[in-house]
């Protein structure tokens, strides 16, 4: 497979993607779904609800100069740019990306009390933090390369019969902040939380059913053997956006750490156990999307 | 549900579940399997192979003349009984239930080295000890009645349309030495191991990816929430005998631990995972069984 | 060492250790020891509080009759036995062992809703159930001979330089329901429950920690290497009541299963962890004791 | 605390800590240490011993390029430089940091089959990498600002009556790379590898008093609840070398995450668990060291 190169040193600094903006249709049962059981805690809220969709994938930049380089980039790719007001955030960058994929970059957010070490206020799932993205797009080509101009680096990728399936790209030192897949989009495969060890994976998939919501148990937990590696939970909340919680990871920093190759249909993405039909096909709209 | 009376002083001391007698097609596959993957033993070997199926259901007494009252008890009821020679067995007694299952009883073993202390012997899933048998047979009731009067008291049971689909029968104290379950048999369903915790379930799974054998895993990790509500974890061994893992269970030994009906088809079987198929269908022949 | 020979045929059944009558000082101190920290609940309360001691180790039989047969037995050794009134519980019997331990024996209690399915209401160490308590004595031998004669069986035992140190008795067929220990007394070692997985142990010991309550964490996470093999935490309740906590045990069933002879001080009691001398020394008196 | 301004945009890219260059007497007993034990596997091997002792400190930078930057930067900075030739190693350079500390560095390594996936080689504590080193020396402070300059970013420090006891220092987006706390040095208090889970924490413990090696666990498992919030088990190797292991932390990245200060004594380095003195008094000199 013809890779782009990676570029080390990029003009701009992207750390990590950090958040993600959802419209839900019930705010009572989504914080049941990510409070009770994910173990997130609620930082602020209103009564706003509507259509399930995406609105944004959200990533951070490290410094408020990495941001305008950042719009740069993009303006200068041909996509539209804008600055926005959102709450709790300072300056907030709004663009798309080449698979369609509306983003929004942001350096700081207001702070919280934070709460690792609180293991008195640990619950549910213990999610401790957004992982990644996986984006579902017939652009997984166009995708890897304009990431890869911004710096990001190839971890694994899947191809069948010599075109690329999946991409798997990472900032932040682990396998993946965002993930290209091969199918209809742009659309939202799901976001991952990391959660501490194997065994809150099992505990809250007991609470899912104590709670008579195992339908929102879609598969796992097992493990990701290929591509990924990762031990995980898939979950899908009161409005159908799925949720994949995994409890860690391996690094990958150093520049030796070549992009692993795998081979459809070869490779075991449920390990021992066959995906779901509606793990492959269930995806979430972004909004105002027609796809 | 009328249900027999419990007998709180049975004239004879049957004390566990404790071995299976099975016929394998290929030692070596089933070494890998019980052993490398499993974590047990092997204390003693030869090359007899032949069919697959289970020859005998094995159950511990405590003292030798238990087992001359278990004799006369299972030749009253006009069963066969027959005492036979088995290597590293003190005197056996082979005879059958109601159902069926035949039955191998003894009251003594030769002893290994205790390995339970052995932390650098553990491997695979580090199954301890053998714990149950399920039996699918449609003698639910008679087997009830029979066990029951040998002293075996029910702790859990499912009812469907006012009959009885399951019953968990136990002398040990916990939830079971012996299910029976409402099919066309008596075949054998399963064997039970209980391993340390939930992280050797998933352990082994990825053990049996790594090898190229997860077709072996048949259904989980999961959680039986009823009944039982033991996680689990069921696997088929080389030949189709379905063995599962477990990690623990709670106990019950106290008189007014009353048995938990449970109604059909409310009952979570798989908790958050519904069973496949193959899991309800496929059971293994007693040896020279036409079922 | 000689030892008495078991009886596995008891006139009567005494079935476990089950329950333990303690005076503290401060009821809400002790509520959030035992219910927020060890994750018990309340099934009743009054204002009753006062110095800090050991009112009853308590035990059950299995019926009724059994308890009538076992006041026989006491008094029969020359024991005061007396029937009491206790609240929540059917017939209840008084009385004393060889050791002077103060016990408490009863067939029924009155029963509360199992929790064990409840996955959504397990918080802190998740503590199960009751397993054991340790008594220090110098009447090791005559506690040994007494309960072997009440069928308690002999799983582990210390000697050092010829005599026994440590005896480990139990009837529900893991090694202990009740340990004697050669010191001065009768006072109470220990009681311990049994919590779920390993990682309960090191959770709640944060909670302790988070809690400004670190120190009553005493000794652990660490494992009895020998006797008893299990993995322990050990906790000192507001009034210094010492509460063991430990995962999972071995169990010990058959006859052939012969009691293990440890030689102190080769013995490793806190496996990588020498046990501190408060752990060694401090024990608890029993209500109008004089030791 | 007055801290020096963070260097977001360092003019070259130390990556992590990577690894540790130790002289150690008895070259199979170390293996028996770091590989039957911790799980690493050995990529080659010579017949060299002597003194124990501590030889480099090794970083990885990301290209060959920052490597001549950093070459620069130590120079100018006044500190002595030389390219050495290392096996299995590319360029790598020899400098010294202000607290003394040898220090190697390099951008890549030959590299060896990746392990992650094959849970069947998993054995022992299971190490899955190097994560940071922690130095003593009196020159604290002079250590945070050199590395501060070197873009490193402080995640958590000690502070004892106004002056700087230790500082956590990080390149990699978790707490540390490299820790320097205030006591007679320079000399190497310990390096850290992390482990799957906590369970593996336990499970060594286990193997190291089975081998009858118990003496080498010097401290927990326990969590170092400041600073740093992991869970811990401190290990000594044959030759007293010091290795933790942990199974996971958090993640510290943007911007806005303020170092954490902690103020002594009140801090809680072994959470519930007093560290025992050789936990602070014994450290390791550096090769050809005088202190």
């Known amino acids: 497979m013809d890779l782009p190169a990676p570029v080390y040193k990029p003009p701009f600094n992207i750390t990590r993607s950090s958040h993600l903006v959802s419209r839900v249709s019930d705010l009572e049962a989504s914080r049941a779904f990510y409070c009770d059981l994910l173990g997130l805690v609620v930082s602020d809220e209103d009564k706003k609800r509507g259509e399930p969709s995406v609105e944004r994938v959200g990533m951070r930049v490290l410094t408020e100069q990495d941001l305008d380089l950042v719009q740069a980039h993009f303006a200068a790719a041909g ?126 998939c007991d609470l899912f059913v104590v709670g008579d919501k195992e339908g929102q148990v879609e598969f796992g937990p097992a493990r990701h053997f290929s591509p990924g590696l990762a031990r995980f939970l898939s979950l899908r909340d009161p409005d159908g956006h799925r949720v994949e919680l995994f409890p860690s990871h391996y690094h990958t920093i150093d520049i030796e750490d070549e992009p692993v190759e795998w081979e459809a249909p070869a490779f075991k993405v449920g390990g021992w156990i066959v995906p779901p039909d509606r793990w492959w096909n269930d995806t979430m709209a972004f909004t105002d999307s027609q796809r």
């Open 79 to 204: 996509f539209p740019t804008e600055w926005v007001e959102v709450e709790h955030q300072n300056r907030t960058l709004h663009t798309t990306d080449p698979a369609g994929t509306p983003l929004e970059f942001c350096a700081t957010m207001e702070t919280r009390e934070r709460l690792f070490a609180h293991a008195d206020r640990y619950h549910g799932a213990c999610a401790l933090r957004l992982d990644h993205f996986q984006i579902v797009t017939p652009k997984v080509r166009e995708s890897l390369d304009f990431y890869t101009g911004m710096g990001f680096r190839l971890s694994e990728y899947v191809v069948a019969k010599g075109s690329l399936e999946m991409v798997f790209l990472q900032r932040k030192g682990n396998p993946h902040d965002i993930v290209f897949a091969n199918r209809t989009g742009p659309r939202l495969h799901h976001c991952a939380y990391q959660v501490p060890e194997t065994h809150h994976l099992m505990h809250v």
